[in-house]
């Protein structure tokens, strides 16, 4: 979902004054998940692995959540000639493959870990995942309270940073990511991706954080708008 809120929308008018060419090109807006738990997860998912295994671990959570819902999982053929999913018959019946949505923390809060890490593939990150899930739930971290508090000023945004850097598993590109998510654009959720990206495009064989940093603060306070 895009990110259209009021706040939104004057930080859109704003990043297009200071960079016309955006305007242009039509591009400045940042996709986001319908909840912060979601776009935590999704953090994790994309630490230290490609970007097929996230995606695969994402839509592992999604079919998993089907099941959590009781539903029977079909499967799904598809048409060489066109690429078009097709229904198939099942034991005489005939079923859809189908896929429920991103699991909340209350629908994984009933998850172990190994049974999260054994049917999505988690690796370490089922640790992680289910451990914030029972702080939302059991009530140590209030998320809701978090989300109903937004949007929030940017002074605010450093001790957001520091919050959730002292969760598990929230490094800074963790942390930047999920700040991105919710409207605060200063800090670059920077991995090996920045590098490569800063090696093809402004030709720097070797790229450091402090360069990242020099490269984009002229976009200040969009950043990460510049950046994606």
Known sequence: MLRLSDKDERDIKHFYQLQPKAKNMCFGRIFRSPSIFEDMVKS???????WRRTLDMAQALCELQFELKG??????????TNGS??????????EYYSLGNFPNSMELNILDED???NRCNLGYRAKIVIELARRIQNGEFQLNKFEKALPLEAKSMPKIYKML?????FGPFACANVLMCIGYYERIPTDTETYRHKKEIHGRNKVTDKEVKEIYDKYAPFQCMAYW
Do not use: A, F
């Open 44 to 50: 994790i998912l994309l630490c230290n692995c490609t």
């Open 71 to 80: 539903q029977k999982r079909g499967r799904m053929t598809v048409d060489s």
């Open 115 to 117: 049974t999260l890490r």
């Open 85 to 94: 999913k097709t229904k198939i018959s099942v034991d005489g019946e005939l």
């Open 165 to 169: 850097n002292k969760k598990r598993g």
